[in-house]
């Protein structure tokens, strides 16, 4: 609510009379509701009486004509029990009492969209996601001239929101403006060294998706990397180092990352302890060498590296996500009856439960490769159809223009022409949106080449 004013009244030990400290610490009639906190203070447990208290029994009657806004009492629990005894008929004029449990950091978790498995959370639809990214905008406009710290810090925790909800709606220029100008500054502005050079590998990982490979490359070596090694973060400087063994692989520079996977990530996460990282990087390592070509021992570092490592662990969003790397090996050697088996029964089922739509639509489009690779196109079509409308229900741009750019032309040959024609052509915009320029040169000549033979 950016247009309405929040006052906040703080109580001390001294004050007697709250309706007086309201009209002492608010500049004139307030303009909204009035946060009342700190009347412990006034509220010894020892004493027989409380003047606070009586004050508040006796002036009820100019409480609508002085205030006239809502005021919440922000109290511990035992004071509730004192303002029923004490200011009864004050007491009366409640509209309600909210109870707030005593809770853990990790228990407010759930209630985080963002923090889902460590990201925007799949399960939002695209509605839900765009009106999610207004509340943060409402919530940053009404803090613009704020200047403690610990607002500042949320203000940019929002713009980080924000910024990763439109990089999976494909409004990648907006969230690395937001990245660049709204959220990096205010890191700056409070000298907080380790979020900044935490958003400068965000900024990295949009670049990275625009294709950007080699200033993606440079952010990670000169503005993240060396800020983790002077302050002497084993895992985060890991962790980057896999980040840009990513790049690396992405340019096709195969054999340095790998090294990198296997001399410096792998053994960092050894010292630390970490067999959940270690796994992941065993995996990345079999990626590696499945684009070599090694397949025989990516898949036995999958099988026997990574997988007991989860099932050890109950992670069972890890194990389905290496389920479908194996099932992806096992694709490529030909052996389809085994690859759509884990699909079907050891991944999909996995994603359907914990409602992750981005990686069901993943896994419905790799099962229908499947089934066109053996020439079941029918029996492909109706998987890309439900995975197309999952990743478009979530707003999730790339998997739109992939799953469209395999769906199009499959539509088209079975004589739904203009669906096909259709499908690919948000397909193309889509890549162009993201600046996967190939791709859409790729999908402008599939409609081409649809058109033209309809015509003919």
Same mark, same amino acid.
């Given at each position: 609510?950016?247009?309405?004013?929040?006052?906040? @009244?703080?109580?001390?030990? &001294?004050?007697?009379?709250?309706?007086?400290?309201?009209?002492?610490?608010? &500049?004139?009639?307030?303009?909204?509701?009035?946060?009342?906190?700190?009347?412990?203070?006034?509220?010894?447990?020892?004493?027989?009486?409380?003047?606070?208290?009586?004050?508040?029994?006796?002036?009820?009657?100019?409480?609508?004509?002085?205030?006239?806004?809502?005021?919440?009492?922000?109290?511990?629990?035992?004071? *509730?029990?004192? !303002?029923?005894?004490?200011?009864? +008929?004050?007491?009366?004029?409640?509209?309600?009492?909210?109870?707030?449990?005593?809770?853990?950091?990790?228990?407010?978790?759930?209630?985080?969209?963002?923090?889902?498995?460590?990201?925007?959370?799949?399960?939002?639809?695209?509605?839900?996601?765009?009106?999610?990214?207004?509340? !943060?905008?409402?919530?940053?406009?009404?803090?613009?001239?704020?200047?403690?710290?610990?607002?500042?810090? =949320?203000?940019?925790?929002?713009? +980080?929101?924000?910024?990763?909800?439109? $990089?999976? !709606?494909?409004?990648?220029?907006?969230?690395?403006?937001?990245?660049?100008?709204?959220?990096?500054?205010?890191?700056?502005?409070?000298?907080? *060294?380790?979020?900044?050079?935490?958003?400068?590998? $965000?900024?990295? &990982?949009?670049?990275? /998706?625009?294709?950007?490979?080699?200033?993606?490359?440079?952010?990670?070596?000169?503005?993240?990397?060396?800020? #983790?090694?002077?302050?002497?973060?084993?895992? =985060?400087?890991?962790?980057?180092? %896999?980040?840009?063994?990513?790049?690396?692989?992405?340019?096709?520079?195969?054999?340095?990352?790998?090294?990198?996977?296997?001399?410096?990530?792998?053994?960092?996460?050894?010292?630390?302890?970490? @067999?959940? =990282?270690?796994?992941?990087?065993?995996? $990345?390592?079999?990626?590696?060498?499945?684009?070599?070509?090694?397949?025989?021992?990516?898949?036995?570092?999958?099988?026997?590296?990574?997988?007991?490592? #989860?099932?050890?662990?109950?992670?069972?969003?890890?194990? /389905?996500?290496?389920?479908?790397?194996?099932?992806?090996?096992?694709?490529?050697?030909?052996?389809?009856?085994?690859?759509?088996?884990?699909?079907?029964?050891?991944?999909?089922?996995? #994603?359907?439960?914990?409602? &992750?739509?981005?990686?069901?639509? /993943?896994?419905?489009?790799?099962?229908?490769?499947?089934?066109?690779?053996?020439?079941?196109?029918?029996?492909?079509?109706? !998987?890309?159809?439900?995975? #197309?409308?999952?990743?478009?229900?979530?707003?999730?741009?790339?998997?739109?223009?992939?799953?469209?750019?395999?769906?199009?032309?499959?539509?088209?040959?079975?004589?739904?022409?203009?669906?096909?024609?259709? @499908?690919?052509?948000?397909?193309?915009? %889509?890549?162009?949106?993201?600046?996967?320029?190939?791709?859409?040169?790729? @999908?402008?000549?599939?409609?081409?080449?649809?058109?033209?033979?309809?015509?003919?």
């Amino acid at each position: 609510m950016p247009g309405i004013p929040v006052h906040v @009244v703080r109580v001390t030990a &001294d004050t007697t009379d709250l309706l007086a400290e309201i009209k002492a610490q608010v &500049d004139g009639p307030p303009q909204g509701p009035v946060m009342i906190l700190g009347l412990e203070r006034a509220l010894e447990a020892a004493a027989t009486r409380y003047p606070i208290l009586e004050a508040l029994n006796l002036r009820r009657p100019e409480w609508p004509g002085a205030v006239g806004r809502p005021v919440v009492l922000w109290v511990p629990e035992r004071v *509730v029990g004192l !303002l029923l005894r004490g200011a009864p +008929d004050f007491f009366d004029w409640r509209s309600d009492t909210i109870v707030f449990p005593e809770l853990a950091p990790v228990d407010f978790r759930p209630l985080e969209s963002r923090t889902w498995m460590a990201g925007p959370d799949p399960r939002m639809t695209a509605e839900e996601r765009r009106q999610r990214i207004e509340e !943060l905008r409402s919530r940053i406009a009404a803090q613009q001239h704020a200047t403690d710290p610990a607002i500042l810090t =949320s203000v940019a925790g929002w713009w +980080d929101e924000i910024a990763d909800h439109l $990089k999976l !709606l494909g409004e990648l220029d907006e969230a690395l403006r937001i990245r660049q100008e709204e959220e990096l500054p205010v890191y700056e502005r409070l000298g907080d *060294v380790r979020s900044r050079a935490i958003t400068q590998g $965000k900024i990295a &990982d949009v670049l990275q /998706a625009q294709g950007q490979l080699d200033e993606a490359l440079r952010i990670r070596q000169e503005e993240e990397l060396p800020v #983790y090694e002077r302050l002497g973060d084993v895992r =985060s400087h890991a962790v980057t180092r %896999g980040q840009i063994a990513d790049i690396l692989q992405d340019r096709g520079q195969l054999d340095e990352a790998l090294r990198i996977r296997q001399e410096e990530e792998l053994p960092a996460f050894a010292r630390l302890g970490d @067999v959940h =990282s270690r796994a992941i990087t065993q995996g $990345k390592i079999a990626d590696i060498l499945q684009d070599r070509g090694q397949l025989d021992e990516a898949l036995r570092i999958h099988q026997e590296e990574e997988l007991p490592v #989860y099932e050890r662990l109950g992670d069972v969003r890890s194990r /389905a996500i290496t389920q479908g790397r194996i099932a992806g090996i096992l694709a490529v050697r030909g052996q389809f009856d085994e690859a759509l088996r884990i699909r079907q029964e050891e991944e999909l089922p996995v #994603y359907e439960r914990l409602g &992750d739509a981005v990686r069901q639509a /993943a896994a419905l489009w790799s099962i229908a490769t499947i089934h066109v690779a053996q020439g079941h196109v029918h029996e492909a079509l109706p !998987l890309l159809e439900q995975a #197309y409308l999952l990743v478009e229900r979530v707003g999730q741009l790339d998997g739109i223009s992939a799953i469209g750019t395999t769906w199009g032309p499959l539509l088209a040959a079975t004589g739904r022409r203009d669906e096909g024609v259709a @499908v690919l052509r948000r397909a193309e915009a %889509g890549w162009r949106q993201l600046g996967r320029q190939r791709e859409a040169d790729t @999908v402008e000549a599939l409609i081409l080449k649809i058109e033209a033979a309809g015509e003919a």
